[in-house]
């Protein structure tokens, strides 16, 4: 089967690549992980036509969630990740109800200040969120081992490890959604919610559903982040952050599934290691910010469009990191 | 006896503008019903009352003695009262298929855990053979592939009515079904409400296409001004005098 041939070679791209990176290289490649699923589970959002500017700071609330319940009530910690998706799914379900009374422009703008009152709230209140300081001492993961390798989670390698497990599980989940009659519902409701209506779909209760389930999944990923950080604080999960995820998610484009995987994987490299190795210590921001804009007016349709063209014959592709696993 | 959908004193007012002024009338099961008037009679706002699109300001509409007026469009769709759309009100961007698979929304309703697990091939499967079904109806089979987008206007006439089609209504509420279609395509498209009738599926149909209502209809209600005018088959209705006057005018100036 020559199609299984190009994920054996990611696979093992995968396994062998942190080896041959220094080791703030290393860590790097752990926050691409999580941010790959960020970006994918905001993609399952824009399925509906919504754009939310909540999204990081729902992954904050996975964070904070997953963080308090090992510290307060000594959770072990991979069932507190679980939870802290959970959680974060929870709370998104409660935004939903005024946010999905609200549509494109004024959902966007109720999506940032539900944000905002969120993350105000972990500032205000020094218990049990930590104040403006955040949390810090976070149990990590406990080291395990599977037999052919060890866990030691002191090591970024076995971090990266253990989070692109979780995370092409989680793209596996969110490419079936997808492709599943659901997923065709979520292209409906964009497309054309009062034909959708028409045909006796409950327009809300999907857009609550995709808010719903992008939430959790961004959640998971927020504690993904926390445990291997080991300190949060409410702004690591501020605006700006929020204005990464949507750049990775327009440069890469929202069309396919691939889509922000690529935009996200590709800025990430940019940012993080062509521009630096150059010495642009000082200028990243700038530069970042004219290819931000270079590629808006020339490539509106995003870095998918590009892949699209070099394979005129296929037109779905499969996810990328989806074989991580 | 309970009247199949029966419209009671419907009122609609939108600001100072009354645009239906307490209409009522009957459709009866497994009639096609036509619905004309001139322009800005209120044809279009009577049907998006019925579908649910508008609450209306006064008055009720009851489907097998239910009141089912003032209830959410997806609400009144599950009663089996589905409509189409003025214009090509399609999704675009999907497939002649995808389009119809959404059509079969409520008769094979998603699961999302199942979907995940792969629990619903049995499900996917039925879907998918009525969505095909409703394109067959139709004539739509061979462009199933197809971005709706890309379809002729009357292709796309035909693909509102086949979504509609595939969510097996009771009471299919059609909005201008003939605007843009051919001679040809109307007659082709006539006979298939025929067909659908006979299957015991009630139309109520607006239309401006006479020839064609007058062709179809069991039984036709004529309004103006957002009043009821007239009511009966064609033939009574073509010779009605208050119905000639409302479309050609008063009678006054030709005495």
């Given at each position: 089967?020559?199609?299984?041939?190009?994920?054996?070679?990611?696979?093992?791209?995968?396994?062998?690549?942190?080896?041959?990176?220094?080791?703030?290289?290393?860590?790097?490649?752990?926050?691409?992980?999580?941010?790959?699923?960020?970006?994918?589970?905001?993609?399952?959002?824009?399925?509906?036509?919504?754009?939310?500017?909540?999204?990081?700071?729902?992954?904050g609330?996975?964070?904070?969630?997953?963080?308090?319940?090992?510290?307060?009530?000594?959770?072990?910690?991979?069932?507190?990740?679980?939870?802290?998706?959970?959680?974060?799914?929870l709370?998104?379900?409660?935004?939903?109800?005024?946010?999905?009374?609200?549509?494109?422009?004024?959902?966007?703008?109720?999506?940032?200040?539900?944000?905002?009152?969120?993350?105000?709230?972990?500032?205000r209140?020094?218990?049990?969120?930590?104040?403006?300081?955040?949390?810090?001492?976070?149990?990590?993961?406990?080291?395990?081992?599977?037999?052919?390798?060890?866990?030691?989670?002191?090591?970024p390698?076995s971090?990266?490890?253990?989070?692109a497990?979780v995370?092409?599980?989680?793209?596996?989940?969110?490419?079936?959604?997808?492709?599943?009659?659901?997923?065709?519902?979520?292209?409906?409701?964009?497309?054309?919610?009062?034909?959708?209506?028409?045909?006796?779909?409950?327009?809300?209760?999907?857009r609550?559903?995709?808010?719903?389930?992008?939430?959790?999944?961004?959640?998971?990923?927020?504690?993904?982040?926390?445990?291997y950080?080991?300190?949060?604080n409410?702004?690591?999960?501020?605006?700006?952050?929020?204005?990464?995820?949507?750049?990775?998610a327009?440069?890469?484009?929202?069309?396919?599934?691939?889509?922000?995987?690529?935009?996200?994987?590709?800025?990430?490299?940019?940012?993080?290691?062509?521009?630096?190795?150059?010495?642009?210590?000082?200028?990243?921001?700038?530069?970042?910010?004219?290819?931000?804009?270079?590629?808006?007016?020339?490539?509106?349709?995003?870095?998918?469009?590009?892949?699209?063209?070099l394979?005129?014959?296929r037109?779905?592709?499969?996810?990328?990191?989806?074989?991580?696993? | 006896?309970?009247?199949?959908?029966?419209i009671?004193?419907?009122?609609?007012?939108?600001?100072?503008?009354?645009?239906?002024?307490?209409l009522?009338?009957?459709?009866?099961h497994?009639?096609?019903?036509?619905?004309?008037?001139?322009?800005?009679?209120?044809?279009?706002?009577?049907?998006?009352a019925?579908?649910g699109?508008?609450?209306?300001?006064?008055?009720?509409?009851r489907?097998?003695?239910?009141?089912?007026?003032?209830?959410?469009?997806?609400?009144?769709?599950?009663?089996?009262?589905?409509?189409?759309?003025?214009?090509?009100?399609?999704?675009?961007?999907?497939?002649?298929?995808?389009?119809?698979?959404?059509?079969?929304?409520?008769?094979?309703?998603?699961?999302?855990?199942?979907?995940?697990?792969?629990?619903?091939?049995?499900?996917?499967?039925?879907?998918?053979?009525?969505?095909?079904?409703?394109?067959?109806?139709?004539?739509?089979?061979?462009?199933?592939?197809?971005r709706?987008?890309?379809?002729?206007?009357?292709?796309?006439?035909?693909?509102?009515?086949?979504?509609?089609?595939?969510?097996?209504?009771?009471?299919?509420?059609?909005?201008?079904?003939?605007?843009?279609?051919?001679?040809?395509?109307?007659?082709?498209?006539?006979?298939?409400?025929?067909?659908?009738?006979?299957?015991?599926?009630?139309?109520?149909?607006?239309?401006?296409?006479?020839q064609?209502?007058?062709?179809?209809c069991d039984?036709?209600?004529?309004?103006?001004?957002?009043?009821?005018?007239?009511e009966?088959?064609?033939?009574?209705?073509?010779?009605?005098?208050?119905?000639?006057?409302?479309?050609?005018?008063?009678?006054?100036?030709?005495?």
């Open positions: 089967m020559p199609k299984v041939v190009p994920w054996f070679a990611l696979l093992a791209a995968l396994i062998f690549l942190p080896h041959v990176l220094s080791f703030s290289q290393q860590e790097i490649l752990v926050y691409l992980a999580i941010n790959v699923l960020i970006v994918t589970s905001y993609r399952l959002l824009t399925l509906t036509g919504e754009w939310s500017l909540a999204h990081v700071v729902i992954m609330v996975g964070a904070y969630a997953s963080a308090l319940l090992t510290k307060m009530f000594s959770v072990p910690v991979p069932v507190s990740i679980l939870l802290g998706g959970v959680i974060a799914a709370v998104a379900l409660v935004l939903s109800v005024p946010l999905f009374r609200m549509k494109g422009f004024y959902f966007l703008i109720g999506s940032f200040a539900a944000g905002e009152i969120i993350r105000l709230l972990w500032k209140f020094r218990e049990p969120f930590g104040g403006p300081k955040g949390i810090k001492g976070i149990d990590p993961m406990p080291d395990f081992s599977i037999g052919i390798y060890d866990f030691d989670f002191f090591e390698i971090y990266f490890y253990f989070a497990i995370v092409a599980v989680c793209l596996l989940i969110l490419w079936r959604i997808e492709k599943s009659p659901v997923g065709l519902t979520f292209h409906a409701v964009h497309w054309q919610d009062k034909l959708a209506q028409a045909a006796g779909v409950n327009v809300r209760a999907y609550t559903l995709a808010f719903t389930i992008a939430s959790g999944f961004a959640g998971l990923g927020g504690a993904l982040l926390a445990h950080v080991g300190t949060i409410p702004n690591s999960f501020d605006v700006e952050v929020m204005v990464f995820v949507l750049t990775w327009i440069v890469g484009g929202t069309a396919t599934f691939y889509g922000p995987i690529l935009g996200c994987v590709t800025l990430t490299i940019l940012n993080e290691v062509v521009l630096r190795e150059m010495g642009f210590e000082q200028a990243r921001p700038l530069i970042y910010g004219l290819i931000l804009i270079l590629s808006i007016l020339f490539m509106p349709k995003g870095l998918e469009s590009l892949v699209q063209k394979k005129p014959g037109k779905s592709a499969v996810p990328v990191e989806r074989a991580a696993e | 006896m309970t009247k199949f959908l029966e009671d004193a419907l009122t609609m007012r939108f600001g100072g503008l009354t645009a239906v002024d307490g009522s009338f009957t459709v009866d497994g009639t096609i019903h036509g619905l004309i008037g001139p322009n800005g009679a209120g044809k279009t706002t009577t049907f998006n019925i579908s699109f508008y609450k209306p300001s006064s008055g009720a509409v489907l097998r003695g239910e009141v089912i007026s003032g209830l959410k469009m997806h609400e009144v769709a599950r009663r089996g009262v589905v409509r189409t759309f003025q214009h090509s009100t399609l999704f675009a961007e999907l497939t002649v298929l995808e389009n119809a698979l959404v059509g079969t929304h409520m008769p094979f309703r998603p699961n999302i855990f199942a979907a995940i697990v792969g629990y619903d091939r049995h499900d996917r499967t039925g879907a998918e053979a009525r969505a095909r079904e409703a394109l067959e109806f139709f004539n739509l089979a061979h462009l199933a592939d197809n709706a987008g890309d379809l002729s206007h009357g292709h796309q006439r035909a693909l509102g009515m086949a979504v509609a089609y595939a969510a097996h209504p009771d009471v299919i509420l059609l909005d201008e079904p003939f605007t843009g279609m051919n001679p040809e395509e109307t007659r082709v498209m006539m006979g298939l409400m025929r067909k659908l009738r006979d299957d015991g599926t009630t139309i109520l149909i607006v239309e401006h296409d006479m064609a209502i007058m062709g179809l039984r036709i209600t004529c309004m103006s001004f957002g009043k009821w005018l007239a009966g088959n064609p033939d009574h209705i073509r010779h009605h005098p208050s119905v000639i006057e409302a479309y050609l005018g008063g009678a006054r100036h030709v005495a």
